[in-house]
């Protein structure tokens, strides 16, 4: 079974012999991927939705792997018990909601040994959260595939401490390991800044905000990251 570079990258961060949740699973390609591959012992496979879920268990089935790959329906990490699984993943989505997936269920999160999420947007959020919630991050990934650029993270519990702000925009291992893919990440950023503070240009109220002057200083410490590579 071939899989994309995204859940490639994914797949290379889970730890060997783990139980894995894979929350919001879709296809459960990642799961049948790493079951497949003998990376994992076990794991299940999650999603809110009928029909991701409905051809995830036909995909387990196809693959003969309904004894080792358990695929339920439900809201984010209430299908996985406290303790059933040591490591999560949350991919495809946005910051603020793998945020609320892992705030919702305080006693599963509790017990996990590591956290591999993918957000789509406000990937800095997540970086926020992790840090003020007795997470470390020990791995960031960028990835590109079919021209979208994707910021993978793993986090394990323990205690970090705070960044220079711009880094959780950037990532702190992004930066430090001067990833490949690290420029034109930062100029997407920029990119998304500018367009930000172009639609705020048009209200007077906006510019004079405390909104505008924290995106413009953002954007400016971007330049400056920019120009150090």
Same mark, same amino acid.
């Given at each position: 079974?071939?899989?994309?570079?995204?859940?490639?990258?994914?797949?290379?961060?889970?730890?060997?012999? %783990?139980?894995?949740?894979?929350?919001?699973?879709? $296809?459960?390609?990642?799961? +049948?991927?790493?079951?497949?591959?003998?990376i994992?012992?076990?794991?299940i496979? @999650?999603?809110? $939705?009928?029909?991701?879920?409905?051809?995830?268990?036909?995909?387990?089935?196809?693959?003969?792997? &309904?004894?080792?790959?358990?695929?339920?329906?439900?809201?984010?990490? &209430?299908?996985?018990?406290? @303790?059933?699984?040591?490591?999560?993943?949350?991919a495809?989505?946005?910051?603020?909601?793998? #945020?609320?997936?892992?705030?919702?269920?305080?006693?599963?999160?509790?017990?996990?040994?590591?956290?591999?999420?993918?957000?789509?947007?406000?990937?800095?959020?997540?970086?926020?959260?992790?840090?003020?919630?007795g997470?470390? +991050?020990?791995?960031?990934?960028? %990835?590109?595939?079919?021209?979208?650029?994707?910021?993978?993270?793993?986090?394990?519990? @323990?205690?970090?401490?705070?960044?220079?702000? #711009?880094?959780?925009?950037? @990532?702190?291992?992004?930066?430090?390991?001067?990833?490949?893919?690290?420029?034109? $990440? +930062?100029?997407?950023? #920029?990119? $998304?800044?500018?367009? %930000?503070?172009?639609?705020?240009?048009?209200?007077?109220?906006?510019?004079h905000?405390?909104?505008?002057?924290?995106?413009?200083?953002?954007?400016?410490?971007?330049?400056?990251?920019r120009?150090?590579?």
């Amino acid at each position: 079974m071939k899989i994309g570079e995204r859940l490639q990258a994914i797949a290379d961060m889970v730890p060997v012999g %783990v139980t894995m949740a894979d929350i919001g699973t879709d $296809h459960a390609y990642l799961p +049948i991927y790493l079951i497949s591959h003998s990376i994992i012992a076990r794991a299940i496979a @999650g999603d809110i $939705h009928q029909g991701p879920y409905l051809s995830a268990k036909n995909a387990v089935a196809a693959a003969q792997l &309904e004894e080792l790959i358990s695929v339920r329906r439900g809201n984010g990490l &209430e299908v996985v018990r406290p @303790g059933e699984a040591e490591t999560v993943v949350i991919a495809g989505m946005g910051g603020l909601n793998i #945020i609320d997936i892992l705030r919702s269920r305080p006693e599963v999160t509790a017990t996990l040994k590591r956290l591999i999420v993918q957000p789509m947007i406000a990937a800095s959020t997540v970086r926020m959260w992790l840090q003020t919630n007795g997470w470390q +991050i020990l791995n960031e990934q960028l %990835v590109q595939e079919d021209g979208k650029l994707y910021q993978i993270i793993a986090a394990e519990p @323990g205690e970090s401490q705070p960044l220079e702000p #711009i880094l959780y925009e950037i @990532g702190p291992l992004l930066w430090q390991s001067r990833h490949p893919l690290l420029l034109l $990440h +930062i100029e997407e950023l #920029i990119v $998304h800044l500018r367009g %930000v503070l172009a639609a705020m240009a048009g209200s007077a109220e906006a510019v004079h905000s405390a909104k505008y002057r924290e995106f413009a200083d953002k954007l400016k410490d971007l330049e400056d990251k920019r120009t150090c590579l």
